[in-house]
């Protein structure tokens, strides 16, 4: 055997064991150090997107600049629904919200805003307390998929917390869709145990299909919700 087929074989052994390692489920393999944050702040490893200051993580739905209100470290719904910038596939998301302290409407028309996970698939944010509407619409919804296990809605202008984990569904190799889920938790209370999602759950007009990433998007209902602190941990 020559020099050049030894360093072929070498270079061939190497990827393998490069393969062998991307492939290791995820508990097989020694965990990278994360420090955590405290009280809801982003551990260290999080992409944030909004810190209470600026819009520069996002943009409008139709790609124009953002025109939400930021103040007192939360931004409040004003014109359009906002994207992120950047696109997801599979994440951990943090974020707080709160629908207006003074009441207005029923129904969807109270608080109505939400969460859309590539742009298509909506956890819903409403003001869910003493406010009935049909159950897979209340807050914390997946909304039209799937009511939350339990009403964990705080009173009007409190703030409320989200925490989400977001698997998509997938185009699979032979052309069927391998359904993602969601985990979500409300206020800490869990609302969203590991539930599947379809890939033709989309809310959206605009963006259908599954797909291995998209925006984050957060909407204009016509209401005056406020969020802040938000961040996402890529998981994958
Ligand atoms: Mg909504």
Same mark, same amino acid.
């Given at each position: 055997?020559?020099?050049?087929?030894?360093?072929?074989?070498?270079?061939?052994?190497?990827?393998?064991?490069?393969?062998?390692?991307?492939?290791?489920?995820?508990?097989?393999?020694?965990?990278?150090?994360?420090? /955590?944050?405290?009280?809801?702040?982003?551990?260290?490893?999080?992409?944030?997107?909004?810190?209470?200051?600026?819009?520069?993580?996002?943009?409008?739905?139709?790609?124009?600049?953002?025109?939400?209100?930021?103040?007192?470290?939360?931004?409040? #719904?004003?014109?359009?629904?906002?994207?992120?910038?950047?696109?997801?596939?599979?994440?951990?998301?943090?974020?707080?919200?709160?629908?207006?302290?003074?009441?207005?409407?029923?129904?969807?028309?109270?608080? *109505?805003?939400?969460? @859309?996970? =590539?742009?298509?698939?909506?956890?819903?944010?409403?003001?869910?307390?003493?406010?009935?509407? @049909?159950?897979?619409?209340?807050?914390?919804?997946?909304?039209?998929?799937?009511?939350?296990? #339990?009403?964990?809605?705080?009173?009007?202008?409190?703030?409320?917390?989200?925490?989400?984990?977001?698997?998509?569904?997938?185009?699979?190799?032979?052309?069927?869709?391998?359904?993602?889920?969601?985990?979500?938790?409300? *206020?800490?209370?869990?609302? =969203?145990?590991?539930? /599947?999602?379809?890939?033709?759950?989309?809310?959206?007009?605009?963006?259908?299909?599954?797909?291995?990433?998209?925006?984050?998007?957060?909407?204009?209902?016509?209401?005056? #919700?406020?969020?802040? *602190?938000?961040?996402?941990?890529?998981?994958?």
């Amino acid at each position: 055997m020559n020099l050049r087929a030894i360093s072929l074989l070498r270079a061939a052994a190497a990827s393998v064991v490069l393969v062998s390692f991307a492939a290791a489920p995820a508990g097989d393999r020694e965990p990278a150090v994360v420090t /955590p944050g405290t009280a809801g702040a982003p551990p260290s490893d999080a992409i944030v997107l909004f810190n209470g200051k600026d819009l520069s993580a996002w943009k409008s739905d139709d790609g124009s600049e953002p025109k939400w209100k930021v103040e007192s470290g939360n931004m409040e #719904v004003h014109g359009k629904s906002l994207m992120t910038r950047q696109e997801f596939g599979a994440i951990q998301l943090h974020l707080e919200w709160a629908s207006p302290a003074e009441v207005k409407g029923e129904g969807q028309g109270r608080g *109505n805003s939400g969460v @859309y996970f =590539q742009g298509r698939y909506e956890i819903q944010v409403l003001d869910s307390y003493q406010n009935k509407t @049909y159950f897979n619409g209340q807050a914390a919804s997946f909304y039209v998929h799937n009511a939350p296990l #339990v009403n964990a809605c705080r009173k009007p202008g409190e703030w409320q917390t989200y925490d989400i984990v977001f698997h998509p569904p997938k185009p699979g190799a032979d052309g069927k869709v391998q359904p993602g889920s969601f985990t979500v938790l409300h *206020n800490g209370v869990l609302v =969203q145990d590991h539930i /599947p999602v379809l890939g033709d759950a989309s809310v959206s007009a605009k963006f259908t299909g599954a797909t291995h990433t998209g925006p984050l998007m957060l909407q204009d209902h016509g209401n005056p #919700v406020r969020y802040r *602190n938000i961040w996402v941990r890529k998981l994958d």
